[in-house]
């Protein structure tokens, strides 16, 4: 009897999903984004209703977690900052990967005074001083805004546009090494057209290369926006994030003797980023070529 044969994509997906750590991660990232999604529907409170008697409160049955600075309810709060970080992290990851992946291929399968060009571009993203440009864009158009969402708009954009530099060099990496395979060579041998030979031979075997980098790219993308937001030129104050919050608990009474202000965006940073971690090193095993059965 013949013994059944799987695609490379199916063994891998396999392998993925008898990784324990990674798929108890990756339910983790499933239940925060559920959770953030529905929040209007579970939070107790509006998010900005202020109660301006019980400034920094204890909690209470009321308030889970207490109260903030401006005395509003830090459990709907928390379960609001989700969509904001992750939103801000996954369309910044989408937005990096259309431009890295469209230069790195443009620039690794054409060569030549293009591929020159296109990295010389590259490197002077790289080199760009983004903290910097970001904290002055801000300053400079912040008080102009009067959209509270279009500090989150101007801080994709700007991840976006200074951000894509490193994937742009692994892909063109990845391809000129797909340019040396014989499967390359015979479809430019028959004349296969250049937009076949990029949409149906390279790009899926770069593939795996750039779903794990986008896990990776997600999770720094996340910790971007909270430490800009932390440090008070991210995100607008009156939207909660998880940067926001620690930023609203930096005062030594709260850190010291509050933790239940500081402590759950805290703790759902890190979870969150590692468990985007343990879902990368998941997806990195069970695409490696070597280590496929």
């Known amino acids: ?42 939070a107790p409170l509006p998010i900005n209703k202020q109660d301006l008697l019980n400034i920094k409160g204890d909690m209470s049955v009321e308030n889970l977690l207490g109260t903030d600075a401006g005395g509003r309810d830090n459990f709907s709060r928390l379960l609001y900052a ?23 291929v443009i620039s690794g399968y054409f060569g030549g005074i ?32 009067k959209n509270p969402y279009g500090s989150a708009i101007i801080l994709v ?13 692994l892909v063109r990496g990845k391809v000129l090494q797909e340019k040396e395979n014989e499967y390359f060579l015979a479809a430019q041998s028959i004349g296969t057209p250049t937009y076949k030979i990029i949409l149906k031979h390279l790009l899926p075997n770069i593939l795996s290369v750039v779903i794990v980098q986008a896990t990776l790219t997600f999770a720094g993308m996340i910790v971007v926006e909270s430490g800009l937001s932390f440090l008070g030129f991210g995100i607008s104050k009156s939207i909660p994030s998880w940067g926001n919050m620690l930023s609203d ?17 805290a703790l759902m940073i890190t ?6 971690n343990f879902v990368g090193e998941g997806l990195k095993d069970a695409f490696n070529p070597k280590g496929r059965k």
């Open 271 to 276: 979870l969150t980023i590692l468990s985007i």
């Open 1 to 42: 009897m013949k013994k059944k044969s799987y695609s490379p994509f199916t063994i891998s997906l396999r392998k993925f999903c008898h990784n324990k750590l990674a798929m108890i991660s990756l339910t983790f990232l499933i239940l925060i984004a559920i959770i953030s999604i529905i929040a209007p529907l579970i």
């Open 82 to 104: 989700g969509r904001i970080s992750l939103a801000i992290g996954f369309t910044s990851t989408i937005g990096m990967l259309v431009i890295g992946i469209t230069i790195g």
């Open 114 to 145: 293009l591929d020159t060009i296109l990295m010389r571009v590259t490197e002077f993203v790289m080199l760009f001083p983004f903290l910097i440009f970001a904290i002055v864009l801000n300053a400079a158009l912040g008080d102009k805004i």
């Open 249 to 265: 608990a930096q005062e030594g009474d709260v850190l010291s003797s509050k933790p239940w202000i500081w402590m759950p965006p």
């Open 157 to 169: 954009f700007v991840i976006i546009i200074l951000s894509w530099g490193g994937i742009a060099r």
